[in-house]
């Protein structure tokens, strides 16, 4: 959703690193640079009148001025404020004291209210709520059905005693019922069946008009509800501003939930909503599956807008996903020295699809904006083709790769619809893989760690510019000539099993120290053998 402006506002961010000093005409490059961005992404006038004009009032006070690294300084100046226009602090549902907590939602026809509902009954079953939806949606054609169908999917039971508009005996838009008295008679039925939370979902319309207005306002009087929920397609642009500002008026809504936010729209909706209405973002609807549903943090969304990651949020899905028995059976295996097999490489590729989008979380990751062309063509069904292949092994092949020779490469193969070259690159990475487990086996922790082994290639190899130590058990060889051949010698002793000499006496560069104290006998003059015609020379 936010991919064009955060590519703007990171390289408008890079420009400002390779300064050191930032003058006021900087600021005003930067503040330009960040009204455009904001504008293209559709972002309310007004909004970026007050956006622009709080980060320009900062970035040219003392703040910045005095900062040991000014460009930092900015971005995290333009990262709070983007956290203001967000909605500052994140907020939860209000539950009621007395249950049953009454949600309500409100909104355009087409905004995703009946999914959506859905997925809000589902995230609360998993809270530990007993949620029910009331379908008060007498309208919209086969809405009725469309919740019921919904509400089976998420595991929620839905109170439809009316089957409204079915499409063809009414038109559309005509109500068949009274969506009133079916939300109030949702609410006692919630109250005797000791549910603790009941969802109302209402009718919508194609434009915001006086019945729809109406309509909404009496079904609030009516069940008196603890929550209000404007659901605002994330894709409307502009013309967010003016529908928030109408159910506010008409309903006024207690929170905000914005849905289609994985949609490749350039988001400005999110961005101007809360800060136009005063209303807090309770929830963001991020893909089509009733899983694809998180919590609103303003602070996190900020960091994603700036590439600077959401890694919270993944460890969130991440602990929702894995099985805290199935890692600790892992851990317990490689810390054993057991094998690492394609079957435990199985298990952890399923934990993994259940955490959804592989593109969503390596999205998550900070500076994947500069990898965003090879994020987009990354392949969602590598992973469904890796498990075909996985499977199409025998739990003996699982087990010991080693066997697979030529012919069970080609009935791997054959079973998993791939080429047997997919067969070979699968087992070479999982070679890969397999090492660097066993090594993690022996050091005790991750590879390339003080203490915790090596990655594969990292060891073997003499360390640039270091000198290797001695093996183990032999000393290292004296740099003093004199020295190191009197070890030398007395090594040699050793192994012959004679004797070990004495050490030579000290000596010196020009001879021997000592003078007349010296142990080493004179040498005698007649053993010298002198040439022949030095005679006539000495005097003889």
Partial sequence: MFATLSDRLTSTFKNLRSKGRLSEADIDATIREIRRALLDADVAVPVVKDFTGAIRGRALSAEVSGALNPAQQVV?????????????????????????????????????????????????????????????????????????????????????????????????????GDPVQVARDGVETARQRQHDVVIVDTAGRLGVDAELMRQAADIRDAVNPDEILF?????????AVATAKAFEEGVDFTGVVLSKLDGDARGGAALSVARVTGRPILFAST???????????????????????????????????????EAAKMAEKVASGQDFTLADFLVQMQQMKNMGSMKKMLGMLPGMGQMREALDNFDEREVDRIEAIIRSMTPGER???????????????RGSGVTTSDVNQLLDRFAGAQKMMRQMSRGGGMPGMPGMGNLPGMGGKKARGRVAPPPKGRKAKSGNPAKRAAEEAARQARALGGPVAPPAAPGAAFGALGGAKSAQKSPDPADLQLPPDLEKFLGR
């Fill in 231 to 239: 659901v605002i397609d994330a894709m409307i642009g502009q013309d």
């Fill in 399 to 413: 087990d010991n790769p080693k066997i697979i020779n030529g012919s069970r490469r080609a009935r791997i193969a």
């Fill in 76 to 176: 995290k100046i333009v990262n709070e404020e983007l956290v203001a226009i967000l909605g500052g602090d994140s907020r939860g549902l209000r539950l009621a004291k007395n249950p049953p907590t009454v949600i309500m939602l409100a909104g355009l026809q087409g905004a995703g209210k009946t999914t959506l509902a859905g997925k809000l009954a589902l995230h609360l079953r998993e809270q530990g709520h007993t949620p029910l939806l009331v379908a008060a949606d007498l309208q919209r054609p086969n809405a009725v059905n469309q919740l019921s169908v919904v509400g089976e999917r998420a595991g929620v039971p839905v109170y439809a005693p009316l089957p409204g508009n079915q499409g063809s005996e009414g038109e559309s838009g005509t109500s068949v």
């Fill in 287 to 325: 893909g089509e599956k009733l899983t694809d549903f998180e919590a609103f943090h303003p602070d996190r969304m900020a960091s994603r807008i700036l590439d600077m990651g959401d890694v919270l949020t993944l460890i969130e899905q991440a602990e929702k996903a894995f099985d805290a028995d």
